[in-house]
């Protein structure tokens, strides 16, 4: 029994009543009458299955699909998604409707469903809002439908945006201005591909060396594309640097390059962010300490780390 106490104290202070406001009108829905329905909805006789029998038999049969259905399916996408910035946004602005829009309720609501998700079985909807500590929850519904009605607008500007990018007639144009002058003035200035074997990855990193034609620096360059960058993006600004003397190791970096932002437009993984910058950095480490023992050829003295966006936030901590 003593070890029963805390259980029950914390049940007592977790929320049993949801208020609906819409239009300033305020609707009590007890969530245990409201799960018990959901988990039978003809064999469930209490005040609020009255109130659902008024619905006509589509919008019901809906409702308990929602209700029935697991909130997140996937737990370690989940939890992936709790810790992206991107995925703290979301559910801090859902979390914010409720408790009458109260500051720190998102909070709440985040933390209730991080916990929530460190237990195995599958958790619905109605069962996160009966965990979350407070006696009684208000949710804002003008305020979930004009966030809804974002988002849905937000989704159809970025499907267009995406139809329109893949119809782009992209190509690499090799007759490009840059690549003549160079061509013409280094015909065999070529980079050499590297498989340099890490500690903190899986494969093999890929690494472009370009040698450079008269050093004359006692410097060479490490050389970081952005996120959903590749080395093809930035072979001509290599190029550049090798034929005016400076040799470049070009970074591939697994996990945030073209490859992982083309996964995740398919639907394959979550989108990299910032979680990535620790292996590139590792990578960045990696290709020094290589160079250092012989594992590449030795380019020279002192290093200049560059990099585009990602890359160069990449370089500058470095």
């Not at 209490?46 to 997140?72: G, K, Q, Y």
Request: proline share 8%; aromatic share 4%.
């Amino acid at each position: 029994m003593g070890s029963g106490t805390p259980l029950l104290a914390e049940s007592a202070r977790a929320a049993d009543r949801l208020d609906v406001q819409l239009d300033g009108l305020s609707l009590p829905l007890d969530l245990h009458q409201l799960d018990a329905w959901s988990r039978d909805p003809k064999g469930s006789r209490n005040e609020l299955a009255i109130w659902f029998e008024l619905l006509d038999e589509s919008s019901r049969d809906d409702l308990v699909t929602l209700l029935r259905s697991p909130l997140l399916p996937d737990r370690g996408f989940a939890l992936q998604l709790l810790q992206s910035w991107a995925g703290r946004q979301v559910l801090e602005a859902v979390g914010e409707l409720f408790a009458g829009g109260k500051p720190g309720s998102g909070v709440l609501l985040l933390t209730t469903l991080r916990e929530r998700l460190q237990r195995p079985e599958p958790i619905r909807f109605v069962e996160l809002l009966l965990e979350v500590p407070t006696p009684q929850l208000t949710l804002d519904l003008d305020g979930l439908l004009q966030l809804a009605a974002l988002w849905r607008h937000q989704l159809e500007e970025q499907t267009l945006a995406l139809e329109r990018l893949r119809d782009l007639p992209l190509r690499i144009r090799e007759d490009s201005d840059t690549s003549t002058r160079l061509a013409a003035i280094h015909p065999d200035l070529r980079p050499r591909t590297i498989a340099l074997t890490v500690a903190h990855r899986s494969a093999p990193l890929e690494l472009e060396l370009w040698p450079a034609v008269k050093p004359r620096q006692g410097s060479w360059v490490v050389l970081m594309p952005g996120l959903g960058g590749s080395s093809a993006q930035l072979g001509w600004l290599a190029q550049g640097l090798a034929a005016r003397g400076w040799p470049v190791v070009l970074i591939e970096h697994p996990g945030s390059n073209e490859t992982a932002v083309r996964q995740m437009l398919d639907g394959q993984r979550p989108p990299p962010g910032a979680e990535t910058l620790p292996d590139r950095l590792a990578d960045v480490e990696a290709v020094l300490a290589a160079e250092r023992q012989g594992q590449i050829p030795r380019l020279g003295p002192s290093v200049v780390l560059m990099g585009h966006s990602l890359g160069g936030l990449s370089a500058l901590l470095a």
